[in-house]
């Protein structure tokens, strides 16, 4: 059988991190986030050994998992893109911007491009409503955009 990326994780860093939540009850999440602090995702193999020594079903823990935008079940592109969806966004065209970046892109949310550089992601408000449409790139707000705008940041970070 093929040995695939997720099952030559190395889990010892996950150990550390339950080792130190030992015995500590509704330590779920500061676990989950520690973990993908460390990997940048969540890898499946420390996924089970979080079910196993925190007592919780694997079922439960992906209820959690895939509630939070907040944490990856595959490994994340270099760079991340969240485009706004919210209202005052979506009155100002972000519906354009995000389909003009799902056809050239060829994702869909919280996917990651072919090469490795963007994950896209859709989000709510960003708080940054006078500056719609927006979006952020690695936390970096850019606001007023356009198709070509939109293109052109991505562009400055195809590296
Ligand atoms: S609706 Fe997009 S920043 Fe508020």
Redesign the pocket.
Known sequence: MEITEEEKVDVSKAIEILDAYEGVKGALMPILQKIQTVYKYLPNDALELVSERQNVSMSQIHGVVTFYAQFYLTPPGKHILRL???????VKG?DDIMDKLVERHQVAHKQTTEDGLYTFEEV??????A????MTVDGKVFGELTVSKTEGILDEYAE
């Not at 706004?84 to 979506?90: E, K």
């Not at 709510?124 to 409503?129: I, P, R, S």
């Not at 500056?131 to 927006?134: D, G, I, K, L, S």
């Open positions: 706004c969806q919210g209202t005052a966004c979506h972000a709510a408000c960003l708080g940054a409503c500056m719609a449409p927006v």
